[in-house]
């Protein structure tokens, strides 16, 4: 099973609209930790390669290089295998895959991550897999892709973050935080709905739910509501007068860049 962190989808993301106009893909060196026969893809960096229709050059010093840069800032972190910003697996790949298979661990299978930047369905197809040996013995052996699962795992603040990517662009600080009440005031509702329906009966109970929910009340503050209503009006008048005051700024700033111009 793969884990792959976002910073790394977006990283690949990245690269690939990066590179240069004779390039059809960019590929590069995947880093993570491997427990209990699950590789953790945490992040990644390119590679610089040149790739033809008969063969394919690979910058193997530049990649140790950075391993071994990357190693100094991160000892807990090795490669786990590399990326390709191509959902298309070509005899190139598997030259790719048996260098980066010197390059990783004893015992860690190095996997191959597939980007599909073409957006065919409306979003990046990520697709992992790993190389296993085929052939006759004594005969002429080969390999083959296989693949294996992949999905995105992230913590609870790249949660917040990747929502917040999400979402519309607000015009101001004032629809962000009429966003995040509205969303607040949803959640809570949807919460209060689950509790009244196991007291009531017509929903069965979690216990982990309802453990969940005992220390995330515990985790709030004891406030009366009316020291609640104080501090909210104090904020929301603060953010008022500075988003005044910055209108005020703005319009002499103007005037002086205009004259300032002539």
């Known amino acids: 099973?793969?884990?792959?962190?976002?910073?790394?989808?977006?990283?690949?993301?990245?690269?690939?609209?990066?590179?240069?106009?004779?390039?059809?893909?960019?590929?590069?060196?995947?880093?993570?930790?491997?427990?209990?026969?699950?590789?953790?893809?945490?992040?990644?960096?390119?590679?610089?390669?040149?790739?033809?229709?008969?063969?394919?050059?690979?910058?193997?010093e530049f990649g140790r290089n950075m391993v071994e840069m990357r190693r100094r800032v991160n000892a807990s972190e090795c490669v786990v295998g590399w990326f390709s910003s191509s959902?298309?697996?070509?005899?190139?790949?598997?030259?790719?895959?048996?260098?980066?298979?010197?390059?990783?661990?004893?015992?860690?299978?190095?996997?191959?991550?597939?980007?599909?930047?073409?957006?065919?369905?409306d979003r990046?197809?990520?697709?992992?897999?790993?190389?296993?040996?085929?052939?006759?013995?004594?005969?002429?052996?080969?390999?083959?892709?296989?693949?294996?699962?992949c999905s995105v795992t992230c913590q609870n603040a790249e949660r917040v973050a990747l929502?917040?990517?999400?979402?519309?662009?607000?015009?101001?600080?004032?629809q962000h935080m009429e966003a995040a009440c509205t969303k607040m005031h949803d959640q809570l509702t949807s919460i209060i709905r689950y509790v009244e329906g196991v007291l009531e009966g017509q929903e069965k109970g979690d216990e982990t739910v309802g453990r969940f929910l005992l220390d995330l009340v515990n985790s709030v503050p004891r406030m009366e509501p009316h020291a609640m209503h104080t501090m909210l009006n104090g904020t929301t008048q603060d953010l008022l007068m500075m988003v005044y005051l910055a209108t005020l700024v703005e319009t002499p700033l103007i005037l002086l860049h205009s004259v300032s111009s002539r």
């Open 1 to 60: 099973k793969v884990l792959v962190h976002p910073l790394v989808a977006f990283a690949i993301a990245e690269s690939h609209q990066r590179r240069n106009e004779d390039q059809k893909r960019v590929i590069g060196t995947l880093t993570g930790n491997v427990v209990d026969d699950v590789v953790i893809v945490k992040d990644c960096f390119v590679v610089p390669h040149n790739e033809t229709h008969d063969e394919v050059a690979v910058d193997m």
């Open 87 to 121: 959902a298309h697996i070509s005899e190139h790949s598997a030259l790719i895959q048996d260098y980066y298979a010197r390059e990783t661990p004893t015992g860690v299978q190095p996997i191959h991550l597939s980007v599909d930047t073409g957006l065919d369905n």
């Open 124 to 149: 990046p197809n990520m697709e992992a897999h790993v190389s296993l040996p085929m052939g006759t013995p004594g005969k002429v052996t080969g390999a083959m892709f296989c693949r294996v699962p």
């Open 163 to 174: 929502h917040h990517l999400q979402q519309p662009r607000q015009s101001g600080d004032v």
